[in-house]
C-alpha cells in the first residue's frame, strides 16, 4: 500500500510562511502526480498544487504568485511552501498522490493562521 508521510503545518502567523513535506513509500505508480489539496469543514477538500514527474503544474489562483512547489523524484517527495499566509488559508492540507487509475491521501495536517 503507497503511504504518504507529511511534515509541516501548525501555527502560522498571518503574513507568515507555511511549509509543508510529503514523501511517499511503498509501491508507488511509476507515472504520478503528487502535490496538496486542502478541506475546511462543511466545505469540499480542494486543490492547492499538484507537480508531475516532469515538472507540469497545477496551481489554485489563490496561491499564485506567493509559492514555491518542488519535486524530488529520486525520493518520491513534494514540498510546498505558501507566503504571505492569510486567515483563510487556514485548513487541514492533504498530501496527494494519484495515476491514472487510483488516488492516495496522507492523513491531514492541520495549519491554523493566527497571531
Known amino acids: 500500500q503507497v503511504q504518504l508521510v507529511e511534515s509541516g503545518g501548525g501555527l502560522v502567523q498571518p503574513g507568515g510562511s507555511l511549509e509543508l513535506s510529503c514523501e511517499a513509500s511503498g509501491p508507488i505508480p511509476l507515472i504520478n502526480t503528487m502535490g496538496w489539496y486542502r478541506q475546511v469543514p462543511g466545505k469540499q477538500r480542494e486543490l492547492v498544487a499538484t507537480?508531475?514527474?516532469?515538472?507540469?503544474?497545477n496551481i489554485a489562483d489563490f496561491i499564485k504568485g506567493r509559492f514555491a512547489l518542488s519535486r524530488d523524484n529520486a525520493k518520491d517527495a513534494v514540498n510546498l511552501q505558501i507566503d504571505k499566509m492569510k486567515p483563510e488559508d487556514a485548513a487541514v492540507y492533504y498530501c496527494?498522490?494519484?495515476?491514472?487509475?487510483?488516488?492516495?491521501w496522507g492523513k491531514g495536517t492541520l495549519v491554523t493562521v493566527s497571531s
Open positions: 496527494n498522490l494519484q495515476d491514472i487509475a487510483t488516488t492516495y
Open positions: 507537480i508531475t514527474q516532469d515538472g507540469r503544474r
